[in-house]
């Protein structure tokens, strides 16, 4: 069965930091991608991490204009990725999704709440 299991969700105040994953039930995954849905508006990208070809193959990784310089996503291992975010602000509030693309199937996890507070 193919799923993927978002963590890391909270309440910080702005200029915090909150570390969000992604776990896949498969190591057979090569996209994966952040989307946030603040309240009362659709889902946007936030992130995304394409896995090299290769193991030496560095990832490529794109971010939205509103989060860059501030998140960071990584592979953390062969089924998980990460989405480090730090000096958060309130506007970055919402709900994160996980997407990944796992053994030809596009997957979408069941999100995990980030609050952030002025």
């Known amino acids: 069965q193919l799923y993927l299991v978002e963590s890391g969700g909270g309440s910080v105040q702005a200029g915090g930091s909150l570390k969000l994953s992604c776990v896949a039930s498969?190591?057979?995954?090569?996209?994966w991608s952040w989307y946030r849905q603040p309240p009362g508006t659709e889902r946007e990208f936030v992130s995304k991490?394409?896995?090299?070809?290769?193991?030496?193959?560095?990832?490529?990784v794109t971010y939205a204009d509103s989060v860059k310089g501030r998140f960071t996503i990584s592979h953390f291992n062969a089924n998980t990725v990460d989405l480090q975010m730090n000096s958060l602000e309130p506007e970055d509030t919402g709900m994160y999704y996980c997407?990944?693309?796992?053994?030809?199937?596009?997957?979408w996890g069941q999100g995990t709440q980030v609050t952030v507070s002025s």
């Open positions: 997407k990944a693309t796992c053994r030809g199937v596009n997957l």
């Open positions: 498969t190591t057979y995954c090569y996209d």
């Open positions: 991490l394409t896995r090299g070809v290769r193991p030496s193959y560095a990832d490529s």
